[in-house]
């Protein structure tokens, strides 16, 4: 096969060497099980960097799924817990999914309805951008949970976050003007007063 596409024919060797040389161009075998083989006459250095070109292209658009975790208490204060489902959200919004561990200490471990209840109040948080990919499970002094980012969640989330902009922009249109500052009264007046 030509350059160009079309087909030479069937050549020997030599002159489709002599051919290949005379456009500056590489001898590249295609099928060396036909009989007889398939040659294409081609710069072999651009079809080398093209196809690694299309092979960064594909990689490039593949998503990279990360497990990321975070570790809960059962007795964590108000602000840790806000904190640490906040960077949940944060991953779970960037496409990775989230282990979310309970570490029980001594006595804690008796008592799992308490990791429960935190695992459940994450879940509550992060409905809006993932779901329970794995439920909760007791694994010796840890109770895991695995969640993963949802797109049809995140999706209602981002409507309805526009539509309560838009909304909120109507309102802001159609409010009355700013209140006008009362009249100050002649300097006539002004004066009789501050003699009285």
């Known amino acids: 096969m030509g350059h160009d596409g079309q087909q030479i024919g069937i050549k020997p060797l030599p002159e489709a060497l002599a051919i290949a040389r005379e456009l500056d ?30 092979a960064k292209e594909s990689r490039r658009k593949t998503s990279n799924v990360v497990i990321k975790e975070m570790k809960y208490r ?33 006595r804690e471990v008796y008592h799992p309805e308490l990791g ?13 951008v993932g779901r329970v990919e794995i439920f909760p499970r007791i694994d010796g002094r840890n109770m895991t949970m695995v969640l993963a980012p949802d797109k049809r969640a995140q999706a209602a989330k981002q409507k309805a976050d526009a539509a309560a902009a838009a909304e909120a922009s109507e309102v802001a249109g159609e409010a009355p003007a700013a209140p006008t500052p009362p009249e100050e009264p002649p300097a006539d007046e002004a004066s009789e007063t501050s003699e009285a």
């Open 116 to 128: 429960k209840k935190i695992l459940d109040q994450v879940e509550e948080a992060v409905k809006d």
């Open 74 to 106: 059962p007795k964590i204060g108000g602000g840790d817990f806000d904190t640490k489902t906040r960077k949940v959200e944060h991953f779970l919004a960037e496409g990775h999914k989230v282990k979310v561990t309970l570490t029980f200490r001594g």
């Open 25 to 54: 161009l590489d001898l590249v075998e295609v099928a060396a099980q036909a009989n007889p083989p398939v040659c294409r006459v081609m710069d072999y250095g651009k079809y080398k960097y093209e196809a690694a070109q299309k």
